[in-house]
């Protein structure tokens, strides 16, 4: 069955199309509500015994690429109930559709909405005029305020960090209800006082995790002496990382030594490998001659006079702390090595005498 269009299916629900003319600015489409009656917003009884009507200017999505303005006939309805102290109201429509005193439609306030959350005003402003959606920044900004935060649930366990304004200057304080997995607080600092007197406001908090460090800690003992801290699991796993690169950093000389230098043939570096390996025998010559010097029974003193070496990389040096291992990197063809000599010394030169390896 084929449908045929009515520029009724272009506007909100609830509405049919009186007129709708367009030009090069836009569309502009004159509707009315498709109900008889309206219920008293007062006593909630329905009447459809109209005053007068005035016009309603509105703003909807666009059409086409291009901006569309409504202009809804609303109407002025008596009520007639006995007992209710309203005489006349204005007539109301579905809140999904259209909300009382409302400039946009709530098909477009959808949008708007959404535009400011993800991009914020500015932003959101010139990218919604990309759109054909009218919205300056500060309706984007108003629309994000006035669906505004969820009800605020005092939580029973929470958890807490500091995050950056602007990372190495300046930090807040962020705090999570772990059980609602939602941000509730942002604080301007990172200062245990500033804390303290956030949480002293939720004296129901059960369990507070923290990192661990002593300002939460702190603040925490003191606004909750009966709250249960505990160590969060980020952190215990960035500090236990933490330890065990430190461990691995400590002992790496021994490891690079227990591993074992191949020895190098310094033509078969690559360009690059050549310059870190004369770099390396440099530093070994250099080792060399000052722990000599150290042996024949110079001070630190005389051995940095006499070499231009600084003082600490002296004592490094005469600590051990500088001797090293070359190793280039690990080739996915070192295994083959001895072969590829063997076919190379035989005088195979090129792949294809070679075979298939
Ligand atoms: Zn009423």
């Known amino acids: 069955m084929q449908q045929t269009f009515r ?3 272009l506007v909100p629900r609830g509405f049919v199309v009186d007129e709708a003319t367009s030009d090069a600015a836009g ?4 509707l009315r509500s498709a109900a008889t009656a309206s219920a008293c917003p007062g006593c909630g009884s329905p009447s459809g015994r109209v005053h007068s009507r005035y016009r309603r200017h509105l703003a909807d999505l666009p059409i086409s690429g291009r901006p569309v303005r409504l202009v809804v006939l609303a109407r002025q309805i008596h009520c007639d109930a006995v007992l209710c102290g309203r005489r006349i109201f204005t007539e109301r429509f579905d809140p999904d559709v259209l909300a009382p005193w409302a400039r ?3 098909r477009l306030e ?5 535009l400011g959350l993800t991009l914020g005003g ?6 919604a005029h990309r759109l054909m959606v009218p919205a300056s920044r500060d309706t984007l900004l108003r629309a994000v305020r006035r669906r505004g935060s969820p009800r605020f649930v005092p939580p029973t366990v929470v958890g807490i960090d500091d995050w950056a304004w602007r990372r190495n200057q300046r930090y807040g304080t962020l705090i999570c209800d772990l059980e609602r997995r939602r941000t509730i607080a942002l604080l301007p600092d990172r200062e245990p006082a500033t804390a303290q007197a956030w949480l002293s406001e939720q004296p129901q908090i059960a369990i507070v995790a923290r990192d661990r460090g002593g300002g939460y800690a702190l603040a925490t003992a003191k606004a909750l002496p009966e709250g249960t801290q505990v160590a969060d699991r980020w952190h215990l796993m960035e500090n236990a990382s933490r330890a065990f690169l430190d461990a691995v950093r400590k002992s790496m000389r021994q490891a690079r030594a227990a591993i074992g230098a191949a020895t190098i043939d310094p033509t078969l570096l690559t360009a690059a490998e050549r310059i870190q390996y004369e770099g390396y025998l440099r530093r070994e010559e250099d080792n060399t001659a000052i722990l000599g010097l150290a042996k024949e029974g110079a001070a630190i003193k005389e051995i940095v006079r006499r070499t231009g070496y600084s003082r600490g990389l002296v004592r490094k040096i005469l600590r051990g702390q500088r001797s090293d291992i070359f190793r280039v990197r690990e080739s996915s063809l070192e295994l083959y090595l001895p072969w590829l000599d063997a076919q190379w010394a035989e005088g195979s030169a090129t792949a294809r005498r070679c075979g298939g390896v």
Do not use: K
């Open 122 to 127: 500015r932003p959101a402003a010139g990218f």
């Open 27 to 30: 569309t502009l489409i004159t």
């Open 104 to 106: 946009r439609t709530a």
């Open 7 to 9: 520029a009724s299916s």
């Open 110 to 114: 959808h949008i708007v909405h959404h």
